[in-house]
């Protein structure tokens, strides 16, 4: 059942999302996955405040979270979960959730909510521990659906893992069952799933996905815009996005720490890529702020900076111009179009990618690197161009010089 009347929806094409009003809904998010386990209210509070300054719409989140969410209270001394029974859900735990999405709605920010990390029904990797089954998983379902009802919610199910197993899909079907037994359908819902893959692998015609996401992961110039190109070629039609890209701060594919730290320069690349070739939104990462590392906390994988001082990075104020960028044209009309690019369009750092309107009053072309680019425009029209140079770290825009060649 999908209630009518939802805060956020697909829109009518199946591209994009849009508010009940039929205005567009960028989603634009921040990776927080620790949020609500490792922080205390004042720290949310300044979280979210630099957040949504920064022009984030979504906040992605968890309730049982990944870095032992279960038996590592949170600074206040709460567990989400009393004797780690998911059928008994921590009243006092959950009375801090509602304080934090108090203030993240109070600043007009969206919550991206994984009700469990992965690792509680697939021990691939991790701490664990294994411990959900499909009953369990409809009861905490149902318990959280109806308890965050009527919040500023996208539910995000699955958390890093991939379906191995019968009983895996089980469990995530049985959570989804659950949730919309409690939220009686009012808030989209899609799934998050591990490294280099994409939810239509294991979710591809459930009925509760309502579009799909990849993780391209945490690479220098993995190319999500492979991923994307094939779940915007999907049918049935429904949005797509990268939800899990290259993090600022990361050391490159997590373990080569030879390949050096992300960058900014590494984010925007991800983001463009991704957007241009289709996506409905995006979401940014930073790898102190998603695990809120501070001083005495174990390390997760050479971070080297607390989460405090992470939230200055450049990349997270950059993201905020290509949300502003494609809503300050026609929006849902925007369709990818490689097809304006003469030749063999670049791989790696020089791939270049183009999108524009259907009625082709406009074009974006997204250039990576100083390379010369040729393009067609036969799919443009009008007969007289203004050319722009757009800095996507400034969100600046300039006159350009281009050379026009007719043909």
């Known amino acids: 059942m999908i209630a009518q009347g939802r805060p956020i929806a697909v829109s009518d094409n199946g591209r994009f999302l849009q508010r009940s009003d039929g205005s567009p ?49 949170d600074p206040s001394g709460r567990l989400p979960l009393l004797d780690e029974d998911v059928t008994r859900p921590n009243e006092e735990y959950f009375a801090h959730v509602d304080a934090v999405f108090d203030l993240a709605e109070s600043l007009g920010l969206t919550i991206g909510l994984l009700p469990t990390w992965g690792d509680k029904w697939n021990l691939l990797w991790g701490i664990g521990p294994e411990m959900l089954t499909p009953d369990g998983c409809r009861s905490f379902g149902e318990y959280v659906g109806r308890r965050f009802a009527q919040r500023s919610v996208i539910w995000i199910l699955g958390g890093d893992r991939p379906i191995e197993t019968p009983e895996h899909l089980e469990i995530v079907r049985a959570l989804a069952e659950g949730v919309r037994a409690g939220d009686g359908g009012r808030n989209l819902m899609t799934a998050h799933t591990w490294g280099q893959h994409s939810t239509s692998e294991y979710y591809a015609g459930e009925p509760w996905l309502e579009f799909h996401t990849v993780q391209s992961g945490h690479g220098r110039n993995f190319e999500n815009w492979r991923m994307i190109e094939a779940d915007y070629a999907r049918t049935p039609v429904i949005p797509c996005m990268d939800m899990e890209p290259a993090y600022e701060e990361s050391v490159d594919q997590i373990g080569n720490l030879a390949g050096g730290f992300l960058d900014d320069y590494d984010v925007r690349k991800g983001l463009y890529w991704a957007l241009f070739a289709g996506a409905h939104g995006h979401t940014y990462g930073c790898w102190p702020v998603w695990q809120m590392w501070d001083v005495g906390r174990d390390p997760r994988m050479w971070v080297r900076m607390p989460w405090r001082e992470a939230l200055q990075l450049p990349g997270a104020g950059q993201v905020r111009h290509a949300k502003d960028l494609l809503l300050s044209r026609p929006y849902f009309d925007r369709i990818p179009d490689q097809s304006m690019i003469l030749g063999d369009p670049a791989v790696g750092v020089y791939h270049v990618r183009a999108t524009r309107d259907r009625a082709g009053s406009f074009a974006f072309v997204f250039l990576p690197a100083g390379v010369e680019v040729q393009l067609t425009l036969e799919s443009i029209r009008g007969d007289r161009y203004t050319a722009w140079w757009f800095d996507p770290r400034t969100g600046t825009a300039l006159v350009a010089s281009v050379r026009v060649v007719y043909r």
Do not use: S
């Open 25 to 73: 809904f960028f989603y634009l998010a921040d990776t927080a996955w620790e949020l609500l386990h490792r922080c205390t209210l004042g720290e949310a509070e300044l979280y979210l405040r630099d957040r949504a300054a920064k022009g984030f719409t979504v906040i992605q989140t968890v309730l049982l979270a990944e870095l032992d969410g279960l038996r590592v209270p």
